[in-house]
């Protein structure tokens, strides 16, 4: 079955630093989000991507926190300068369809900033 | 804004035994799903539920949306020892055309051999 792909794993990143989570969504899926897991607690929706553009953010995703489409297959999350509280789980998901029974979550990029 | 409130936040119980946990809002929702998640991996959904008043079953789970759409159950039956996770309800941000869902807490579920 296919499924979404994310690297690395586990980040760990000094505070101020520039960093780079990487997704590759299910081929032919057309919709595209990043959700956050602070250990511990539940799973917070941050951004969804459809069409080349952001279709919503929540407040979370403030002006630190960029996505992007580089190419026919992947989808990062770009966050600029790292704060402690970003340390999180991130999880990308996508759907083919924007019907919420057909999202499929990716295993998650354990992001650590020290 | 919208809060899913999950009860119990954890629970242990003995292989073989029913499991039910909740879910309630004091919003409305119309849609409601129910995801597993194991650790180091993503949530997994297990039932879709769109319909208030519904009942549906995967497997040894059934999942109720409530009449009033502002609660959902999920009941595990004869528990196994892979059962073991954390269970969200989620469900979609009211706002129109929103793609965003909003998860409860989760429900630590821990299966004694």
């Known amino acids: 079955e296919p499924e979404v792909t994310q690297t690395p794993s586990h980040q760990v990143t000094q505070m101020g630093q520039e960093v780079i989570l990487r997704c590759v969504p299910i081929s032919n899926h057309l919709y595209f989000y990043w959700y956050r897991q602070i250990l511990g607690q539940k799973v917070e929706f941050l951004v969804s991507f459809y069409n080349n553009e952001i279709s919503e953010k929540s407040e979370i995703f403030d002006d630190q926190f960029s996505v992007e489409r580089p190419d026919g297959s992947n989808f990062t999350l770009k966050i600029r300068s790292t704060k402690l509280e970003d340390s999180a789980m991130y999880f990308c998901?996508?759907?083919?369809?924007?019907?919420?029974?057909?999202?499929?979550f990716g295993n998650g990029t354990r992001l650590t900033v020290t | 804004g919208q809060q899913l409130n999950q009860s119990p936040q954890s629970m242990f119980i003995q292989e073989g035994e029913d499991v039910s946990m909740n879910c309630t809002s004091s919003?409305?929702?119309?849609?409601w799903l129910w995801y597993k998640q194991e650790p180091g991996e993503g949530p997994v959904l297990l039932i879709a539920?769109?319909?208030?008043?519904e009942l549906t079953s995967n497997g040894r789970l059934t999942a109720q949306f409530g009449i009033t759409r502002k609660d959902s159950f999920l009941n595990i039956s004869a528990s196994i020892p892979s059962d073991v996770g954390i269970y969200f309800c989620?469900?979609?941000?009211?706002?129109?055309?929103?793609?965003?869902?909003?998860f409860g807490k989760g429900t630590k579920l821990s299966v004694i051999p």
């Open positions: 539920l769109y319909k208030a008043g």
């Open positions: 989620a469900g979609p941000y009211s706002g129109a055309g929103s793609y965003q869902l909003t």
């Open positions: 919003s409305i929702f119309n849609t």
């Open positions: 998901a996508s759907s083919e369809e924007g019907a919420f029974s057909f999202l499929h």
